[in-house]
């Protein structure tokens, strides 16, 4: 069955980084459009990013600029890296996979929190 494993999340400083992993199996990684999505307490899921099997990247317009969406079909790994985090970036983080650049997947993993705060 599919697996979607994300990690790395954590609590960080405002202006600080982190990476999220998110590892796949089930699936032809290579084949398949990968992405990110947050939900923070009360709100709806939101994209953050999406990346194609052929590595076209699409942002949320809050993440442009900070954060970078990338895969490594080798590892069956798909990345988020974040920079400049800001309070209103605290959520917690879903790999989604499946769809493609701009429609979301059938699968989910089980979600890795992000506090920003000082």
């Known amino acids: 069955q599919v697996q979607l494993v994300e990690s790395g999340g954590g609590l960080v400083q405002p202006g600080g980084s982190l990476r999220l992993s998110c590892a796949a199996s089930?699936?032809?990684?290579?084949?398949?459009?990968m992405g990110w999505y947050r939900q923070a307490p009360g709100n709806q899921r939101e994209l953050v990013a999406r990346?194609?099997?052929?590595?076209?990247?699409n942002y949320v317009d809050s993440a442009k600029g900070r954060f970078t969406i990338s895969r490594d079909n080798a590892k069956n790994t798909v990345y988020l890296q974040m920079n400049s985090l800001k309070s209103e970036d605290t959520a917690v983080y879903y790999c989604?996979?499946?769809?493609?650049?701009?429609?979301?997947?059938?699968?989910w993993g089980q979600g890795t929190q992000v506090t920003v705060s000082s």
């Open positions: 990346i194609s099997s052929g590595g076209y990247t």
């Open positions: 989604n996979a499946g769809g493609n650049l701009w429609v979301r997947g059938d699968y």
């Open positions: 089930g699936i032809i990684f290579s084949s398949k459009a």
